[in-house]
């Protein structure tokens, strides 16, 4: 879609420098942008790209005008507000009506679209301007708040609950059973998984994402949490409000994590362990214990790869580490 | 659903103490119970909380019974038993019927049920009150036991055996092609996986969990096998009865695990070795040989977090430890 | 199906010992293989299954010729040689012709099939001979080349462009929005993923992986390349030609992987980093930084397993293995 930078600016607050009937249309990096779109520059690694650039408009901090010679809206948060842009620029497209494919149990507000072959059990509430895209399956007694978007092939069981403006990408399954197995004498007895989930407002989950109902109380998911792909997350874990957690994380029954907090990719939780508001996990690290300081965590993750010959000595004496330890105090008693 | 104490005694051979007509139809934990609601005590540090209780009944040990002031249920293993109850008031909902929207080439048993948009290809064969869920695919000459249930959106491919009382989550997918790529000049041929998946009776699978089908030979999950999320079964992996494997563990091609293992959540194995019976792998770690005695064995996973600042620091000492290790050696020899 | 000798060493242009006319019907190992089977021999471990299998003939090098006693084709690579015949006698089984319960909003090459429910959108471009599995979805203005396969229950969004002759699994999703999050002062604001995913040829995808959409310019995965399951493929991720990867490694956004690189099970890669051509990397490695120079490389998952107490006891000295560092140090002062 097309907006002029005056409208831009009004709708977002910036400050605007250059004519306020310029049109863009379209988004692009400093580097790459032609004439109609518009770029961002927060970074100031690439100043020189600014100074150069081919955008129609460029959005900056009011310190970085010097540097550009073209239009641009001025803001305190050029990412963030770039972001909003594009958001207007490129609406989600999503399915309109309902399909005569789809198989509704329910009824639904007008507003409502449902993709073909998706299917919407008894009991299932819809908020005005919920999007199911094809081939989901929303199960009985779950609520989907107003505004949120499942795209194709989501499956969210009974009785979740699932706040407004959220996006579910393909594949995301939520609401399956939390891994509950009693030990008995020839074998185990599966324990009924009988929680919900119960997720806040503008919560994104990405593709194939799993996220298991609790066992008896609920595993919860707070407002803008973010999840990328692949993570698990376990039965009762709770997700504090604007946590950013990155791809095939796993995350274990019952833990809790704090607001705000950012968990690189690959990182593990064990179960049962509560981290505090404000805390960065590396990428592939193993939280084993409560964490109760904000603050910067590191763990397996920071080994870097190196050439397997050295890798693999290195490994021999680590397997070995004690033991050296133990030599060494044995040569300073000397 | 509701049963009295005096149905739940007789079913599960407890001894009852208490009201035989008291009526229980909801659990719940021993801190959160209210009136109508039964619970169960197995963990001596809940103690407290079983004095507490306003459950209606408690599942106990004969020995704990001195700390319940509520009527009980008696027996020897009261997880066990707490799961089969569950079971009971909580009945697994399942679809009744064949959908119309559902596509079925093959004869059914009566007592069959069929989501919406499932599909059924032909050959397949299905036993007495199998469920299969909407939007589910089950291929060509696949056999599904009496019993087994499949949630939505669960892809089983052609010829795969599955036995009785199986449940398999959302986005489960099995008998995929096993990982076969043969090394050409010009790139990989593709090897055909003409083996199948034979799955026992009574296994769980996990939301989004994949298991491929053999190359020649089939991929084996014998009775009882407990799979959580997110994990991948490679092709000609056998995994023994009664095993359970947490979320995101991948297992690699022709790895053997034996019967009553536990294995933690994130762990890997390498391909073409040999679990024994009963062992205990920790979460995360990483097998990388045969294991011949049963025990517990730990890994890359053991390295707990600590400040990013600290772990970089031992990190980059790691590097360093085979130098480490010769270094002290030399300073042994004066 | 059934193949004569002689048909095969003429198709696959091998030389031929024995009957022209004796025909085989199915592949097997060495070992179990009986008669109408043909096998392989690559491995010179396996001679002594070479000179006692019952198959009705073999692929092998000529100098292996001598130990072989059934009728034999001759050729360089035996083993991609076997895989041509395996895909000869098994060929891929898919869907006829366009199912009535197929929801398909374009016109198709009359030789496309589409398994029931599968879904494909408007602008939606399909190449002769593709075949759409059953409950597949095929989003706006995807390209799929000529003789491309979904398996049942792949999601590709929109704006994906895929080369011919790939081969995708269930649950594969390919398009979902990358992870971009613009922090603000109230939380992140989504970022608009409007780039596409370009896929080359020959390109085949394991079950449940996911690849996600570039931010502005595209994810590509070029000719040839494999993908076993539950891979992670971050927005912006170019993977070059013929590269194989191992089930469930995750590459984080940006990072650039070369031609005919071998990446082990559960490896993950930081983001933004470039790995050159003909790499390969052990499994479970954390590939933290740019590899610039062509060999092999290992990093966290080459610590084995070891006994639990000894690993607690190891680790609890690497995490003051800076400071042994420094004692040992203080002693060579001395």
């Known amino acids: ?7 831009l600016a009004i709708k977002f607050g910036c400050e605007l420098k250059g004519n306020p009937e310029t049109e863009v249309s379209s988004i692009a990096t400093l580097s790459s942008a032609l004439a109609g779109d518009i770029s961002f520059f927060a970074n100031k690694k690439y100043k020189q790209q600014l100074i150069d650039t081919n955008a129609t408009a460029v959005i900056l901090r ?20 770039y972001a909003r842009i594009a ?7 999503s399915a309109v009506g309902v399909h005569s494919s789809a198989v509704v149990n329910v009824d639904l507000p007008k507003s409502v679209s449902v993709g073909a072959n998706a299917v919407i059990e008894l009991g299932a509430q819809l908020g005005e301007n919920v999007s199911i895209g094809a081939n989901c399956f929303v199960g009985e007694n779950t609520h989907i708040g107003a505004g949120s978007i499942l795209d194709a092939n989501v499956t969210i069981r009974h009785d979740v609950l699932i706040g407004e403006d959220c996006y579910f990408h393909p594949g995301v399954v939520i609401g399956s059973d939390g891994f509950g ?15 919900r989930v119960v997720i806040g407002n503008a919560v994104e989950i990405g593709a194939n994402t799993t996220v298991d109902r609790g066992t008896l109380d609920d595993t919860i998911i707070e407002d803008g949490v973010k999840l990328d792909n692949l993570i698990q997350v376990a039965h009762n874990v709770h997700i504090g409000a604007h946590t950013v957690i990155a791809a095939t994380v796993g995350i274990s029954g019952s833990t809790k994590i704090g607001k705000r907090c950012l968990i690189g990719g690959r990182a593990g939780f064990v179960g049962h362990i509560e981290i505090c508001d404000d805390v960065i996990i590396n990428s592939s690290t193993v939280v084993t214990s409560n964490i109760t300081e904000k603050g910067h965590y590191g763990g397996t993750g920071g080994f870097p790869h190196q050439a397997a010959k050295d890798w693999t000595r290195n490994v021999a004496q680590f397997r070995r580490i004690n033991n050296l330890a133990k030599r060494v105090k044995e040569l300073e008693k000397k």
């Open 181 to 195: 197995q009693a030990p008995d004498v020839d074998g185990y007895v599966k324990i009924p998984q009988v929680g």
């Open 87 to 93: 958001q207007l620029i490129y609406p989600i497209k």
């Open 1 to 7: 879609m097309q907006f002029t930078l005056a409208e």
């Open 62 to 81: 009011e310190a970085d005008l010097e540097n550009c010679s073209v239009a641009a809206l001025i803001c305190e948060n050029p990412y963030a507000t």
